[in-house]
């Protein structure tokens, strides 16, 4: 290895000294072609925020490249922070504060659970059991009226005249493009997921969508999930009408087959 080699360089060499393409080590790991050009070539900026690591992991993992081994060069790659080693002294104070701190919980709980005299707690009166206990309420039943009642809290509608609700919510970043029907005049909308970041807007007409990252996507249309069932780093395209529904499989019509000519009784055409 030389001293000056970068990530994206070692993941190259090991690629081609495997005898593999960029197609088809895209097409094994379901990563779009561009994602492996830009880790050969270090720009990380090509890929999706909070993605070059993971993706780097990933690649080097599948050829066989030991990154440990090659901390400086993958020091590099965004993402990648360095850890102070541990303090002995430190460690220490935090052993004897933890040791302190479960003692006391101990003594609290003994204190609470534990009775005796000392605790300083009187019986009480005995008047008090004869009073009838006191219940409340049932809580009132929900109401029914086309108008809200102060104090409900009502669910979106999931189709209303302002379009079909999309609601999406990520676990690690994916990337979002959303593109009415042609017809619609609407431009494609482009947004980026962050983790644990929902985006809900509403369409009108029919749309497609697409997730570079669908795996770590839940993702509801009109009130309604849609399990996609891709996986982590796995790429997805869902179409649907204007009512919200997801178009999956399209439906294939298959032509009906010809009549039979018709045959004479002792089997010959006229």
């Not at 933890?98 to 005995?126: E, K, Q, Y």
């Not at 619609?184 to 644990?196: D, E, F, I, K």
Request: charge should be negative.
């Amino acid at each position: 290895m030389k001293g000056d080699e970068t990530a994206g360089q070692l993941l190259q060499e090991a690629r081609v000294a495997k005898g593999l393409t960029r197609e088809a080590l895209a097409l094994e790991l379901k990563l779009p072609l561009r994602h492996i050009e830009a880790i050969e070539a270090d720009d990380w900026t090509a890929l999706p925020p909070g993605r070059p690591r993971p993706l780097a992991r990933q690649l080097a993992e599948r050829l066989g490249v030991d990154i440990e081994f090659h901390t400086g060069a993958f020091h590099t790659v965004p993402g990648v922070r360095e850890l102070d080693p541990p303090d002995p002294r430190q460690e220490r104070l935090e052993r004897v504060v933890m040791g302190l701190l479960t003692a006391a919980s101990v003594l609290v709980v003994l204190w609470l659970v534990v009775p005796g005299p000392s605790l300083g707690r009187r019986p009480a009166p005995t008047y008090l059991s004869a009073l009838p206990k006191a219940t409340l309420p049932p809580p009132p039943p929900p109401s029914t009226a086309p108008y809200p009642v102060l104090g409900e809290l009502l669910p979106e509608a999931p189709l209303n005249d302002q379009g079909i609700l999309v609601s999406l919510r990520a676990m690690d970043t994916c990337e979002v493009k959303l593109e009415p029907a042609p017809e619609t005049g609407v431009p494609a909308q482009v947004h980026t997921l962050r983790v644990s970041e929902p985006w809900r807007l509403r369409v009108k007409g029919p749309f497609t969508l697409t997730l570079d990252n669908a795996g770590v996507v839940n993702l509801e249309v009109a009130g309604r999930r849609v399990p996609h069932g891709q996986s982590v780093g796995e790429a997805w395209i869902g179409q649907f009408d204007a009512e919200g529904r997801w178009l999956n499989p399209p439906k294939v019509v298959l032509p009906e087959p010809a009549p039979a000519p018709d045959e004479d009784e002792d089997g010959t055409r006229p």
